[in-house]
T-cell receptor, first 114, second 113 residues
Framework: AQSVTQLDSQVPVFEEAPVELRCNYS??????LFWYVQYPNQGLQLLLKYLSGSTLVKGINGFEAEFNKSQTSFHLRKPSVHISDTAEYFC????????????FGKGTRLSVIA | DGGITQSPKYLFRKEGQNVTLSCEQN?????MYWYRQDPGQGLRLIYY???????QKGDIAEGYSVSREKKESFPLTVTSAQKNPTAFYLCASRKGQGTEKLFFGSGTQLSVL
Protein backbone atom coordinates (compact mmCIF):
# COMPACT_ATOMS: atom_id res chain seq x y z
CA ALA A 1 0.00 0.00 0.00
CA GLN A 2 1.02 3.57 -0.57
CA SER A 3 1.05 6.36 2.01
CA VAL A 4 1.85 10.07 2.06
CA THR A 5 3.18 12.22 4.87
CA GLN A 6 2.99 15.98 4.68
CA LEU A 7 5.40 17.12 7.30
CA ASP A 8 3.86 20.51 8.09
CA SER A 9 0.18 21.03 8.81
CA GLN A 10 0.49 24.83 8.61
CA VAL A 11 3.05 27.08 6.93
CA PRO A 12 2.86 30.87 7.40
CA VAL A 13 5.02 32.94 5.07
CA PHE A 14 5.32 36.60 4.16
CA GLU A 15 4.30 37.79 0.73
CA GLU A 16 7.08 37.61 -1.89
CA ALA A 17 9.09 35.19 0.26
CA PRO A 18 9.97 31.69 -1.00
CA VAL A 19 8.12 28.65 0.32
CA GLU A 20 8.63 24.90 0.42
CA LEU A 21 5.87 22.45 1.33
CA ARG A 22 7.25 19.06 2.21
CA CYS A 23 5.91 15.68 1.14
CA ASN A 24 7.31 12.20 1.73
CA TYR A 25 5.77 9.02 0.43
CA SER A 26 6.04 5.33 1.14
CA UNK A 27 5.54 2.61 -1.44
CA UNK A 28 6.96 -0.79 -2.33
CA UNK A 29 6.27 -0.19 -6.03
CA UNK A 30 6.88 2.65 -8.45
CA UNK A 31 4.44 5.51 -8.14
CA UNK A 32 3.14 8.66 -9.75
CA LEU A 33 3.03 11.80 -7.60
CA PHE A 34 0.70 14.79 -7.61
CA TRP A 35 0.17 18.11 -5.87
CA TYR A 36 -3.34 19.53 -5.64
CA VAL A 37 -4.52 22.89 -4.28
CA GLN A 38 -7.81 23.62 -2.54
CA TYR A 39 -9.20 27.14 -2.09
CA PRO A 40 -11.80 27.66 0.66
CA ASN A 41 -15.09 25.81 0.16
CA GLN A 42 -14.03 24.43 -3.20
CA GLY A 43 -12.87 21.18 -4.73
CA LEU A 44 -9.24 20.43 -5.52
CA GLN A 45 -7.31 21.52 -8.60
CA LEU A 46 -4.20 19.88 -10.00
CA LEU A 47 -1.01 21.93 -9.59
CA LEU A 48 1.46 19.49 -11.11
CA LYS A 49 2.31 15.83 -11.46
CA TYR A 50 5.34 13.61 -11.80
CA LEU A 51 5.02 10.54 -14.00
CA SER A 52 8.54 9.91 -15.28
CA GLY A 53 11.51 11.67 -16.86
CA SER A 54 12.92 14.90 -15.47
CA THR A 55 12.72 15.00 -11.71
CA LEU A 56 11.93 18.72 -11.68
CA VAL A 57 8.32 19.31 -12.57
CA LYS A 58 6.82 22.73 -13.27
CA GLY A 59 3.16 23.40 -12.63
CA ILE A 60 0.66 26.20 -12.71
CA ASN A 61 0.88 29.48 -10.80
CA GLY A 62 4.70 29.38 -10.66
CA PHE A 63 4.92 26.24 -8.52
CA GLU A 64 7.43 23.48 -9.08
CA ALA A 65 8.28 20.21 -7.36
CA GLU A 66 11.27 17.92 -7.33
CA PHE A 67 11.01 14.15 -7.20
CA ASN A 68 13.76 12.55 -5.13
CA LYS A 69 13.57 8.78 -5.32
CA SER A 70 16.35 8.09 -2.81
CA GLN A 71 14.68 10.28 -0.20
CA THR A 72 11.14 9.31 -1.30
CA SER A 73 10.21 12.97 -1.36
CA PHE A 74 8.25 15.28 -3.63
CA HIS A 75 8.54 18.76 -2.11
CA LEU A 76 6.62 21.69 -3.59
CA ARG A 77 8.32 25.06 -3.99
CA LYS A 78 7.58 28.57 -5.14
CA PRO A 79 10.27 31.29 -5.22
CA SER A 80 7.92 34.17 -4.41
CA VAL A 81 4.42 33.74 -3.01
CA HIS A 82 1.39 35.97 -3.39
CA ILE A 83 -1.59 36.54 -1.13
CA SER A 84 -3.67 34.57 -3.63
CA ASP A 85 -1.58 31.45 -2.91
CA THR A 86 -3.24 31.15 0.49
CA ALA A 87 -4.90 27.74 0.33
CA GLU A 88 -4.57 24.13 1.39
CA TYR A 89 -2.14 21.96 -0.54
CA PHE A 90 -2.35 18.21 -0.83
CA CYS A 91 0.30 15.76 -1.95
CA UNK A 92 -1.01 12.51 -3.45
CA UNK A 93 0.41 9.23 -4.72
CA UNK A 94 -0.79 6.40 -6.91
CA UNK A 95 0.91 3.18 -7.95
CA UNK A 96 2.00 3.31 -11.59
CA UNK A 97 0.34 0.08 -12.59
CA UNK A 98 -3.29 -0.88 -12.40
CA UNK A 99 -6.05 1.60 -11.85
CA UNK A 100 -6.13 2.26 -8.13
CA UNK A 101 -7.39 5.41 -6.41
CA UNK A 102 -5.17 8.27 -5.34
CA UNK A 103 -3.94 8.33 -1.75
CA PHE A 104 -3.78 11.83 -0.28
CA GLY A 105 -1.72 13.34 2.49
CA LYS A 106 -3.39 15.27 5.29
CA GLY A 107 -2.69 18.61 3.69
CA THR A 108 -0.64 21.72 4.44
CA ARG A 109 -2.36 25.03 4.99
CA LEU A 110 -0.30 27.81 3.43
CA SER A 111 -1.05 31.26 4.82
CA VAL A 112 0.55 34.18 3.01
CA ILE A 113 0.92 37.27 5.18
CA ALA A 114 0.95 40.76 3.68
CA ASP B 1 -18.66 23.36 -20.42
CA GLY B 2 -17.76 19.89 -19.19
CA GLY B 3 -17.47 19.39 -15.50
CA ILE B 4 -18.54 17.64 -12.35
CA THR B 5 -21.47 18.92 -10.33
CA GLN B 6 -22.28 18.20 -6.71
CA SER B 7 -25.53 19.10 -5.02
CA PRO B 8 -26.63 20.39 -2.68
CA LYS B 9 -23.84 22.67 -1.49
CA TYR B 10 -25.10 22.46 2.09
CA LEU B 11 -27.13 19.64 3.64
CA PHE B 12 -28.49 19.05 7.10
CA ARG B 13 -29.32 15.65 8.52
CA LYS B 14 -31.53 14.80 11.44
CA GLU B 15 -30.72 11.92 13.77
CA GLY B 16 -31.67 8.58 12.25
CA GLN B 17 -32.16 10.01 8.78
CA ASN B 18 -30.59 8.85 5.54
CA VAL B 19 -29.48 11.57 3.15
CA THR B 20 -28.23 11.36 -0.43
CA LEU B 21 -25.54 13.53 -1.99
CA SER B 22 -25.65 13.95 -5.74
CA CYS B 23 -22.66 13.82 -8.10
CA GLU B 24 -23.03 14.19 -11.86
CA GLN B 25 -20.32 14.48 -14.52
CA ASN B 26 -20.51 15.15 -18.25
CA UNK B 27 -16.84 14.44 -18.95
CA UNK B 28 -17.45 10.89 -20.14
CA UNK B 29 -15.14 9.65 -17.38
CA UNK B 30 -15.23 6.00 -16.44
CA UNK B 31 -14.01 6.30 -12.85
CA MET B 32 -15.74 8.21 -10.07
CA TYR B 33 -14.81 8.64 -6.42
CA TRP B 34 -16.21 9.89 -3.13
CA TYR B 35 -13.90 11.41 -0.54
CA ARG B 36 -14.63 12.69 2.94
CA GLN B 37 -12.67 15.69 4.21
CA ASP B 38 -12.34 16.53 7.89
CA PRO B 39 -10.10 19.34 9.21
CA GLY B 40 -6.54 18.10 9.58
CA GLN B 41 -7.42 14.65 8.19
CA GLY B 42 -6.92 15.21 4.50
CA LEU B 43 -9.12 13.32 2.05
CA ARG B 44 -10.23 9.82 2.90
CA LEU B 45 -11.72 7.53 0.28
CA ILE B 46 -15.26 6.31 0.92
CA TYR B 47 -16.21 4.46 -2.28
CA TYR B 48 -15.12 4.39 -5.87
CA UNK B 49 -16.41 3.04 -9.15
CA UNK B 50 -14.43 2.29 -12.28
CA UNK B 51 -17.30 1.18 -14.50
CA UNK B 52 -21.09 1.28 -14.51
CA UNK B 53 -22.79 -1.16 -12.16
CA UNK B 54 -19.60 -1.81 -10.23
CA UNK B 55 -18.07 -0.12 -7.19
CA GLN B 56 -15.56 -0.85 -4.45
CA LYS B 57 -15.25 0.16 -0.82
CA GLY B 58 -12.60 2.62 0.14
CA ASP B 59 -10.96 3.10 3.51
CA ILE B 60 -14.02 4.40 5.39
CA ALA B 61 -17.07 2.84 3.70
CA GLU B 62 -18.97 1.92 6.87
CA GLY B 63 -22.22 3.86 7.16
CA TYR B 64 -22.26 4.84 3.50
CA SER B 65 -23.73 3.35 0.33
CA VAL B 66 -23.44 4.17 -3.37
CA SER B 67 -24.85 3.18 -6.74
CA ARG B 68 -23.57 3.53 -10.28
CA GLU B 69 -26.49 2.88 -12.59
CA LYS B 70 -25.35 5.45 -15.14
CA LYS B 71 -21.90 6.50 -16.23
CA GLU B 72 -22.68 10.13 -15.45
CA SER B 73 -23.99 9.68 -11.93
CA PHE B 74 -22.54 8.39 -8.66
CA PRO B 75 -24.79 9.31 -5.72
CA LEU B 76 -23.65 8.78 -2.14
CA THR B 77 -26.10 7.92 0.64
CA VAL B 78 -25.09 8.69 4.19
CA THR B 79 -27.08 6.26 6.29
CA SER B 80 -28.18 6.47 9.90
CA ALA B 81 -25.41 3.98 10.69
CA GLN B 82 -22.83 6.71 10.09
CA LYS B 83 -22.61 8.18 13.58
CA ASN B 84 -20.35 11.09 12.78
CA PRO B 85 -21.42 12.32 9.35
CA THR B 86 -20.51 16.00 9.72
CA ALA B 87 -17.84 16.64 7.08
CA PHE B 88 -17.13 18.10 3.66
CA TYR B 89 -17.79 15.53 0.94
CA LEU B 90 -15.98 15.68 -2.38
CA CYS B 91 -16.82 13.79 -5.53
CA ALA B 92 -14.21 13.31 -8.24
CA SER B 93 -13.91 11.66 -11.62
CA ARG B 94 -11.12 10.58 -13.90
CA LYS B 95 -10.48 8.91 -17.20
CA GLY B 96 -9.48 5.31 -16.70
CA GLN B 97 -5.71 5.62 -16.34
CA GLY B 98 -3.87 6.51 -13.15
CA THR B 99 -1.79 9.13 -14.94
CA GLU B 100 -4.81 11.28 -15.56
CA LYS B 101 -5.73 14.04 -13.15
CA LEU B 102 -8.80 13.95 -10.98
CA PHE B 103 -11.56 16.44 -11.65
CA PHE B 104 -13.31 17.51 -8.46
CA GLY B 105 -16.74 18.86 -7.75
CA SER B 106 -17.13 21.86 -5.46
CA GLY B 107 -18.21 19.73 -2.52
CA THR B 108 -21.16 19.27 -0.17
CA GLN B 109 -20.98 20.33 3.48
CA LEU B 110 -23.07 17.92 5.55
CA SER B 111 -24.04 18.86 9.08
CA VAL B 112 -26.10 17.12 11.74
CA LEU B 113 -29.01 18.98 13.31
Amino acid sequence: AQSVTQLDSQVPVFEEAPVELRCNYSSSVSVYLFWYVQYPNQGLQLLLKYLSGSTLVKGINGFEAEFNKSQTSFHLRKPSVHISDTAEYFCAVIRNSGNTPLVFGKGTRLSVIA
Amino acid sequence: DGGITQSPKYLFRKEGQNVTLSCEQNLNHDAMYWYRQDPGQGLRLIYYSQIVNDFQKGDIAEGYSVSREKKESFPLTVTSAQKNPTAFYLCASRKGQGTEKLFFGSGTQLSVL
